[in-house]
């Protein structure tokens, strides 16, 4: 049987990917399936929290039970509804692959093959959502960004990961281990497993071992318990 540590808790978990328009029919975006934000929010409610799912584009996936789902595309309407739950949250868990940049202009019209065919799609820098919630510095909440990253033959993921939860400020950050060569199909991005490691800003890390999505975010929930005491 589960613990029923996060009784009483509200945590915000983001999930999947956003989509930015291009025009009425075409948007920009990544392929998160959204697997491991679920599987977060899933596990979060079987743990006692009351959870709030904020789910941007994902692949066909079961909504987990007994969980306040928010479906959300762009990633100002992801930023709206985390920042709006995260008001009362304990812990915000932004999971989401968010599009770093979006169209500067948005065709009113499908732009059709032809004439006035595009050169260049112009882009404008998204908000940062984790770093929004990590400067209004509410007392208490914890902030927990997750980050994909491959290693090289100077610096390897952990220390990567290291300098990303310094520069990001956030309390706990999962980072992936994602394969140098791995590919979009890489299990970390669609697949049922993932590994990686959890860093603390209190200068703990923790490794994850391949396994569920679940059993990953048993982990990172082990870690954010610990922390609100
Ligand atoms: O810097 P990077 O994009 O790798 O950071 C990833 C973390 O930041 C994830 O937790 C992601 O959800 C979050 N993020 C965000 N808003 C953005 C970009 C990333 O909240 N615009």
Not at 79 to 92: H, I
Request: glycine share 10%.
């Amino acid at each position: 049987t589960l613990p029923r540590d996060l009784e009483g808790r509200h945590v915000v978990v983001s999930a999947g990917g956003t989509a930015e328009p291009l025009d009425p029919v075409r948007t920009l975006g990544n392929r998160s399936s959204g697997r491991q934000g679920y599987a977060l929010a899933r596990v979060a409610a079987q743990r006692g929290a009351h959870v709030t799912l904020v789910a941007g584009t994902t692949a066909d996936l079961e909504p987990p039970a007994a969980v306040d789902l928010v479906a959300v595309r762009t990633t100002e309407e992801m930023r709206r509804a985390v920042v709006d739950a995260a008001k009362d949250a304990d812990a915000v868990v932004m999971a989401a692959a968010v599009a770093d940049f979006r169209p500067t202009a948005v065709a009113g019209f499908k732009i059709k093959k032809g004439d006035d065919e595009p050169t260049a799609i112009h882009l404008t820098r998204n908000p940062d959502i984790l770093a929004e919630l990590v400067t209004e510095q509410v007392p208490g909440r914890l902030v927990v960004g997750f980050a994909a990253e491959t290693g090289d033959e100077d610096h390897d993921v952990l220390s990567y990961g290291r300098a990303k939860l310094a520069r990001k400020g956030c309390d706990l950050l999962v980072v992936n281990a994602v394969g140098a060569g791995g590919g979009a199909h890489h299990s970390a991005f669609e697949g049922a497993d993932n590994e990686g490691w959890l860093l603390g800003s209190d200068g703990s890390s923790v490794q994850l071992p391949m396994g569920s999505k679940a059993a990953l975010a048993a982990r990172v929930w082990d870690a954010v318990a610990a922390r609100l005491g």
